[in-house]
């Protein structure tokens, strides 16, 4: 999938903390969610499909990727 990610806005969580790497989350068109990496802006990104995306998000939040 190619998606245009000029114009994207994108944005850190708030609690991320400034003097964190982190990833980024931009929402783009179609519903679509990219991630990036904070100190890589111009590197690869991830695009998720909605499905895919809300997938993701539950998974986190029900603690699928706690260690």
Excluded: Y
């Excluded at 944005?11 to 990219?34: M, P, Q």
């Excluded at 991630?35 to 909605?50: C, E, H, I, Q, Y």
């Amino acid at each position: 999938m190619n998606v245009d990610l000029s114009g994207a806005q994108w944005f850190k969580s708030s609690r991320s903390d400034a003097t964190k790497e982190c990833v980024e989350v931009a929402f783009l068109n179609d519903d679509h969610v990219g991630v990036r990496d904070s100190k890589n802006p111009t590197g690869p990104a991830l695009v998720f499909a909605p499905g895919a995306w809300d997938t993701f998000t539950a998974a986190v939040i029900a603690g699928g990727f706690n260690r």
